[in-house]
């Protein structure tokens, strides 16, 4: 759709100050055994009665469940950014658990624009990223660095 | 088994320097393609023709799935931490894309330990990890901060 083609932002397009919020997405404990499962089996993440007894005092998601529901948010969100959301690294840090039955959300804000000096065609975005459950809590704090197209003008002579 | 009991590590047992070797995970298209479904939902990570005209020249796990398995190596990999790997926060990035058919391990290093100062049952360990392809080649590099409990001694009074 052109109309769609329209929202795609490239670099020139972006300004630091900009906000941005997501969908909201459900956890249950399906999921949540699910992603552990696979990749990260351990007894707080699988299994109710052990995660009594660990340090979570109860069932929690894995911080990379946390974090790739994250990332699910951001690509579904208001954000639509040319070529996509490419991540180039990022700064995690997980301030509480995630628990089966939380409703988590998206707040994201750029903080910081710089254009690549070896590539004209690029820059960086640095996007402040918090993921909220229900409750407003902040279960999941994030600084991405998003490789983001320049709209590249053919102003060679 | 009293046997893996023993090999448990509390924050006293490890070192700075300290080295340690995962087991391998291939990654094929399959599992790609599931994980960007549900995480990842970008062409690059979906489709191979798209993909070849982006940025990745070719079909790519999303850098998400590469941390969870990572974490997957890291869980089942010979450094077992008492009460669990526990992770407090992590620094991410991926200097190149993960291919279908990359074979992944990960290699890891204790580069600081620090007591905490206010809780006198745990520490925070910074692990360096990288993750290989089977030709060697770095696809993500972490620092990851695990929390880490203390062999507490009653000694009161």
Do not use: C
Request: net charge negative; aromatic share 6%; no cysteine.
């Amino acid at each position: 759709m052109a109309n769609e083609q329209d929202n795609l932002r490239y670099l020139e397009d972006l300004y630091v100050g900009a906000r941005f919020k997501s969908d909201t997405h459900a956890l249950d404990t399906e999921q949540i055994k699910t992603f552990a499962g696979q990749f990260d089996p351990q007894p707080f993440h699988l299994d109710e009665a052990a995660a009594e007894l660990s340090l979570f005092g109860g069932l929690a998601a894995s911080g990379w469940h946390t974090a790739a529901v994250t990332m699910k948010l951001l690509v579904t969100g208001p954000l639509k950014i040319a070529g996509g959301v490419i991540g180039a690294g990022a700064e995690l840090s997980w301030p509480m658990p995630t628990r089966p039955g939380d409703v988590l959300q998206v707040e994201s804000e750029i903080v910081e624009i710089v254009p690549s000096r070896s590539r004209s065609d690029r820059g960086i975005v640095t996007l402040q990223v918090e993921t909220r459950n229900q409750r407003g809590d902040v279960v999941q704090k994030m600084l991405a660095k998003l490789l983001v197209r320049r709209l590249v003008k053919n102003d060679a002579k």
